[in-house]
């Protein structure tokens, strides 16, 4: 059941740590349900799908006559977002946590900018073993995070991790540890930014338990709500 998971994750987590409900593939009846049970922020990583869920609350308030029907939910991005998405995301995320380009963090300023907004947005490192080129090393978050002024539309809010997907926990341990040097390392050089520079969100369905252990302040969990995905 999504509302006793829910209750369960509420009651382990440390109140520090912030539940990220990942509503991706599953249903807008899911969200529902977990709102009932009391979950507030929901995460979705394709721009489509998050379009057509923020739509479905706006025809159901519409269709009910309520127009404050779950009006504080709260939407995260955490997937891939090209460039030419940006209308699609922007406007309806209280924050986008997969920010894994220079390229797409300009195009976030620009977009911002011109819509007379502010974007909070997450850096994501490149740390798992994986062979992707998405994420940042270290010193590119830290050259960021030194011209920060340039991005006057954009508050960086802290750093998204994930681990290697493997089931060997010394492998998880060590990238987790990795993301929260990067963190600390950050706020250490960057005191100006550190007050807003507060999120570290590390930790999935399989690897919560452990990403608390590192300082998680946010972590993602979707399997573990919704049950598996069908692609
Ligand atoms: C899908 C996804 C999650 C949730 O993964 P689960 O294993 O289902 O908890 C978390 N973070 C990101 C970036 C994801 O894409």
């Known amino acids: 059941m999504i509302s006793d998971t829910i209750k369960t994750l509420n009651s382990e987590l440390p109140a520090t740590v912030k539940l990220v409900a990942v509503s991706k593939f599953h249903p807008f009846e899911a969200i529902e349900e977990a709102y009932q049970a009391g979950q507030r922020i929901f995460a979705e990583s394709r721009p489509q799908e998050l379009l057509a869920k923020v739509k479905r609350l706006e025809e159901i308030r519409a269709e009910k006559g309520t127009p404050d029907y779950m009006s504080d939910i709260e939407w995260h991005f955490i997937g891939h977002l090209q460039t030419n998405k940006l209308k699609m995301v922007l406007p309806y995320v209280s924050l986008v946590q997969s920010v894994d380009s220079l390229r797409l963090l300009e195009a976030i300023q620009s977009w911002a900018s011109a819509n007379g907004m502010t ?3 997450l850096l994501e490192p490149h740390v798992a073993a994986e062979e ?13 995070l030194s011209d920060a002024a340039r991005y006057a539309n954009i508050r960086f809010r802290g750093i998204m991790g994930m681990a290697t997907f493997t089931e060997d926990e010394d492998v998880i341990r060590s990238d987790f540890a990795q993301i929260r040097d990067i963190h600390n390392e950050a706020v250490e050089r960057f005191p100006r930014l550190a007050m807003d520079f507060s999120e570290l969100s590390i930790g999935m369905s399989d690897d919560y338990r452990i990403a608390v252990e590192y300082g998680s302040t946010m972590v993602r969990i979707g399997s573990m709500i919704f049950g598996v995905r069908q692609y």
């Open 119 to 121: 974007i909070d947005v």
């Open 132 to 144: 992707t080129k998405q994420g940042f090393a270290r010193e590119d978050i830290m050259a960021i």
